[in-house]
Each structure stands twice: as C-alpha cells, then as structure tokens.
C-alpha cells in the first residue's frame, strides 16, 4: 500500500514538472523538455529511494524553474530586440 501511495506521489509530482515546463518559452521546451523531464524523473526516484521528501523537491523545483525560465524569457527577448537593432526591424510606432 505504501509503494503505490509513493508511486502515486511520484507520478503528480511529475505531472506537476510537466506543467513548469509550459512556463518555458516554446523553442526552449521543443529542445530541452524531453531531457528535462527525463532527468527530473531520476531525480524525483532516487529522492524517493533515499527516504527524502518528495514535497520539499516539488518547492525547490517550482522556485527553481520559476527563476530559470523567467531568465530565459529575457534571454529570448534580449535576442530579439538585438536582431531588430541590427536590421532596423522595429515594430511600427503606436498611434498617439
């Protein structure tokens, strides 16, 4: 009974990683989210397997991949305001 209580907690636990991911911009998720999703599973199974808290991984992994992702949308937005600097490919102006 206990092993299936862990193996459910495992499995929201990564449906929940599954849902941070879509925080990430949408090249980003189509080149890293299969890795990303993989190595979260091994970590949240040897998390489990050393008797360490599954919640505290989940609280950690939100704060983490908030920051992260966040970072990559500045990046994001960082080389799309270099390219249009360099190709004079500024949105047009508002009307006033």
Known sequence: MAHRQQDFGLRGLLTFYRGLILLYPRDFRGEYADQMMRDFADLACVTRD????????LIRTFFDT???ATREHRTVRTRH??????????????PP
């Open 66 to 68: 908030v920051r992260t």
């Open 50 to 57: 050393d008797g360490r808290s599954l919640f505290l991984l």
């Open 81 to 94: 305001m270099q390219h249009a600097s360099r190709t004079n490919d500024y949105p047009p102006p508002r």
